[in-house]
């Protein structure tokens, strides 16, 4: 049983909160993670949408916990030292450490990000800045992942790095699940531009075909010039417009496609490593380990050893 804690900040934001307690707390997840939310002091903690909620535990959970998670809080004012001392107490004992939004700042303020690459919501990112300038911040992205720690830009970004936290203790086929649950992408990369229209169905309704066309053909040896193509437009507009609504390039996009398709195959399946990389357009079996590498530091077996959750020839 994996525990996730959540600290709460006094005048912490509600739906940053929200967030990991529907991905770690929510009743489908209790035989894989325990959720718990603390205070510096147990009780109630104002939000920074006037109403208040309550935090069972204090600071002492944070000893137990596997991954804590800091949501965003207003003001931006450092927290008490007792907590940053709490903080720093968790990174020295390898706990997993997150923050959603702003929540950044407390991180930062414990020192946990100095030296590290880092996010934060992009409105607030002269000032995160000035104040920790030992910090490699990049308010471009989505999220970071460093690891230990993680850091994410503001309320949706919080979805996607919860998702990716998932997603690397279970595996992307229960990912997926949860995804489904709330409704949500199934994975946007940490690398997407932050204000980017990166929906592609709700955004370009050509594009979005396209993509719907290109995962079905994925086992295909697939170009950007045949994207283009089955878009009907010129390969040069084709790629401009495609990175303008994702802030990836088609063949980046399909990588990750071809990818996330290998690793459902071999959680759910028994296909042998070389049909897996046939069937997502990967082609051979080192081809498939050299990128599987890449994206998680893994190998075919060692992911299958790890998250199979059932075999089927499909």
């Given at each position: ?9 006094p005048?912490v934001?509600?739906?940053d ?12 997840e209790?035989d ?21 909620v ?18 965003g809080?207003l ?7 007792v907590?940053?001392d709490a903080l ?16 950044a ?6 020192g ?14 002269d000032?995160?800045r ?6 490699r ?10 690891g ?6 503001g ?15 279970q ?5 997926a ?19 980017s229209?990166?929906?592609l169905?709700?955004?370009?309704h050509?594009?979005a ?8 053909e ?13 878009a ?28 996330q398709?290998a690793?459902?195959?071999l959680e759910?399946t ?6 897996v990389a046939r ?12 990128h599987l ?9 060692a992911y299958?050893?790890?998250f ?5 020839t499909?």
């Open positions: 049983m994996h525990r996730v804690v959540a600290l709460a900040l005048d934001v509600a739906f909160l929200s967030i990991p307690a529907q991905i770690f707390g929510h009743r489908d209790r894989r993670y325990s959720f718990a939310v603390c205070a510096q002091q147990p009780g109630p903690v104002a939000t920074s949408t006037g109403f208040a309550h935090a069972d535990d204090g600071l002492e959970a944070l000893l137990s916990a596997d991954t804590i998670i800091v949501p809080f003001p931006l004012t450092d927290p008490p030292p907590v940053l720093t107490g968790a990174a020295d004992r390898g706990v997993r450490i997150a923050s959603v939004c702003v929540g700042f407390a991180l930062a303020a414990a946990l990000l100095d030296g590290r690459a880092a996010t934060t919501h992009w409105q607030h990112a000032e995160f000035s104040r920790f300038p030992h910090v911040l990049n308010a471009d992205v989505l999220y970071v992942d460093e230990q720690i993680l850091t994410s830009a309320i949706t970004a919080g979805v996607d790095l919860c998702l990716h936290i998932y997603r690397a203790d595996g992307t086929a229960a990912a699940e949860v995804a489904r649950r709330m409704v949500v992408a199934i994975h946007r990369p940490g690398g997407q531009a932050q204000f229209r990166r929906r169905p709700d955004a370009d050509d594009l075909r396209v993509c719907d066309w290109a995962i079905s994925m086992h295909q040896p697939l170009t950007v010039h045949h994207m283009a193509r089955a009907g437009m010129a390969t040069r507009t084709f790629a401009r417009r495609f990175r303008a609504e994702t802030s990836m390039t088609p063949m980046r996009w399909l990588n990750t496609q071809r990818i398709e690793e459902r195959l759910a028994d296909l042998t490593v070389d049909d069937r997502c357009g990967l082609g051979t079996a080192v081809n498939l380990r050299t590498a890449r994206h998680s530091g893994s190998t075919p077996t299958r050893t790890a199979r959750r059932g075999t089927s499909l």
